[in-house]
């Protein structure tokens, strides 16, 4: 079984996202169970995201 891209999840809060394609996503508010909850930039909207859709994590 691979290993996960992220092995500390609450240590993305507050980090900025992007798409499969480079594009910018927005910045993550929380972690809830298998769910990254995000705030898209410039818009108060709120979204989810299946932990197991995360591909990597680079650490900044």
């Given at each position: 079984?691979?290993?996960?891209p992220?092995?500390?999840?609450?240590?993305?809060?507050h980090?900025n996202?992007r798409s499969?394609?480079?594009?910018?996503?927005g910045?993550?508010?929380?972690i809830e169970?298998?769910?990254?909850?995000?705030?898209?930039?410039g818009?108060?909207?709120?979204?989810?995201i299946?932990?197991?859709?995360?591909?990597?994590?680079?650490?900044?």
């Amino acid at each position: 079984m691979p290993s996960e891209p992220v092995v500390d999840w609450d240590s993305i809060i507050h980090k900025n996202i992007r798409s499969s394609d480079g594009q910018p996503a927005g910045n993550v508010v929380a972690i809830e169970g298998d769910t990254i909850l995000i705030e898209s930039q410039g818009d108060p909207v709120h979204g989810a995201i299946p932990k197991s859709l995360v591909a990597r994590f680079n650490g900044a």
